[in-house]
């Protein structure tokens, strides 16, 4: 089992940048990929990032590309996520995820089905 918190939402203008935080506890001594994922309010849960084990391999949705990266922190069990040039579109709930079957992305890392684990959450609001 794997229990995965998320920090760092807040509330801030568009153009802003915030640092997303998850930390993962429990049988940390797996390996696997991690993921964020992103609800806004009356919209289904879609994929932000993800990365590989090693950190190496990434993978983001187009509307976060070059705003966005993510980062982990395997000595430490994080997972983080740079948001910058913040859009209100960006407004939503921010969940991180982990996959236990895979260190390695693979073509469907960004199905919501392929993850196991989630946090609860962290709420980010960009304003205009």
């Known amino acids: 089992q794997v229990q995965l918190i998320e920090s760092g939402g807040g509330l801030l203008q568009a153009g802003g940048s915030l640092r997303l935080s998850c930390a993962a506890s429990?049988?940390?001594?797996?390996?696997?990929?991690m993921g964020w994922f992103r609800q806004a309010p009356g919209q289904e849960r879609e994929f932000v990032a993800a990365?590989?084990?090693?950190?190496?391999?990434?993978r983001y949705v187009d509307s976060v590309k070059d705003r966005f990266t993510i980062a982990r922190d395997n000595a430490k069990g994080a997972l983080y996520l740079y948001m910058s040039k913040l859009r209100p579109e960006d407004t939503a709930v921010y969940y991180c995820?982990?996959?236990?079957?895979?260190?390695?992305?693979?073509?469907?890392?960004?199905?919501?089905?392929?993850?196991?684990?989630w946090g609860q959450g962290t709420q980010v609001t960009v304003s205009s």
């Open positions: 990365i590989s084990w090693s950190g190496v391999g990434t």
């Open positions: 429990g049988d940390t001594s797996s390996r696997y990929v």
């Open positions: 995820a982990a996959n236990k079957d895979s260190i390695y992305l693979s073509d469907r890392a960004d199905q919501i089905d392929e993850y196991d684990y």
